[in-house]
């Protein structure tokens, strides 16, 4: 007999959604994100073409609304947006959410949302970012992105100042500023508090940040769970140091540091983000210890061979001990673990008693068994005062 095709009579009838949507991002997105979100599905099942104007008119939002929706699903890496010369959107790409957790998604585009929803975009394309007249009178050299030319930063210098309702007032008056207000209140989800609006004050006006680095700053934090404003304010400072003065420095600097979490993670066993205490131990050794990230996991290799608990406290343990015996490269782990274990079997000879027929007393319980480079009581204790 002849072979025969199945198929559905419909195919177009249902939309399917990824149940890691469900659990990891429906619920940080408000209504309109949601909405705009399946609605592209739905479309895109359809092999049906949409654009911001029907999507606007769908759900009764403005461009603006649907554009600052689309940014932030780029920003959590779900969707690709295409734009051409003019800056106007030409295309979306619904990216896959299969194996999220595999390895390091591809880093969005280090634009920020403030680029393109100006208020000329919709009709003319979208131009180039104007200048900006600073708020207050006294604002340096650093308001235009530069360092200011003494290159030494004292942040206990750099204090955030009480500002008045006048001031405040011309603030929120410029027209980027508004924008970058309502943008951030869509990031944080909730209006923003005048508390809230003096710490953007401060990042525009003391530290000189761009409205568009201030934009990249609060979706940076926003992504990694924090809308906190002292925890923005604290990276802000941490960027000014650094000089960062555009998103693309900051992005640099963060898939930097991303790409160390995540390899360093991955070697202790962990899929998930790092916790906060997780992090601490983290960044105590590649920025207070200095270790290049092949000793990091030289120490977390011999960790999940040793122990299921406590990961990150054994590793600290291991590169503490190499810290304190002036570990600097991989190549000088063998010379440290030896004089360390050599240290380890002096402390441990065994001692006899006067009486020849006692048997031979050793301090070390483990006498038992093949030695290790390491004191797992010590170690222990460590953990267990953590």
Not at 101 to 107: C, D, F, H, K, V
Request: glycine share 2%; charged share 25%.
């Amino acid at each position: 007999m002849n072979r025969v095709n199945i198929y559905r009579a419909a195919t177009n009838d249902q939309t399917s959604i990824a149940n890691l949507f469900i659990d990891e991002y429906m619920a940080d997105a408000n209504d309109a994100q949601l909405k705009i979100y399946l609605f592209l599905l739905r479309m895109m099942n359809a092999n049906l073409p949409t654009s911001v104007t029907d999507i606007a008119d769908k759900f009764n939002y403005t461009e603006k609304d649907v554009l600052r929706s689309l940014m932030y699903w780029e920003s959590r890496q779900l969707l690709a947006l295409d734009f051409d010369a003019s800056h106007n959107l030409s295309g979306i790409r619904v990216l896959s959410l299969d194996n999220t957790y595999e390895a390091p998604r591809t880093a969005p585009r280090i634009t920020p949302v403030l680029s393109f929803i100006r208020p000329a975009s919709m009709q003319t394309g979208m131009t180039a970012r104007a200048g900006i007249t600073p708020p207050a009178a006294n604002r340096t050299a650093a308001a235009a992105g530069s360092r200011p030319a003494n290159d030494k930063f004292d942040n206990r210098e750099i204090s955030k100042p009480d500002y008045t309702l006048d001031e405040l007032r011309d603030f929120k008056n410029n027209e980027d500023i508004e924008q970058l207000l309502m943008v951030t209140e869509q990031y944080v989800a909730r209006p923003l508090t005048r508390s809230d609006m003096e710490t953007i004050l401060f990042l525009y006006d003391r530290l000189g940040f761009s409205t568009d680095l201030i934009d990249y700053l609060v979706q940076h934090c926003v992504e990694r769970g924090k809308k906190d404003f002292r925890y923005i304010e604290k990276v802000a400072l941490a960027w000014h140091e650094q000089g960062i003065t555009s998103p693309a420095d900051a992005q640099n600097a963060s898939r930097k540091y991303d790409k160390v979490v995540y390899t360093i993670m991955k070697s202790l066993g962990k899929n998930a983000s790092p916790a906060p205490k997780e992090l601490e131990y983290i960044n105590k050794w590649t920025k207070e210890y200095g270790f290049l990230l092949d000793v990091i996991q030289e120490a977390c290799d011999k960790t999940v061979m040793t122990t299921d608990n406590h990961r990150f406290a054994y590793a600290d343990g291991i590169l503490s001990k190499w810290y304190r015996a002036g570990v600097h490269h991989k190549t000088d782990i063998p010379a440290a673990d030896a004089a360390y274990k050599q240290t380890a079997q002096s402390a441990d000879k065994p001692r006899r008693t006067n009486n020849k027929n006692d048997n031979i007393v050793t301090k070390n319980k483990f006498n038992n068994f093949a030695q290790n480079t390491y004191d797992f009581d010590e170690l222990e204790q460590n953990i267990l005062s953590n």
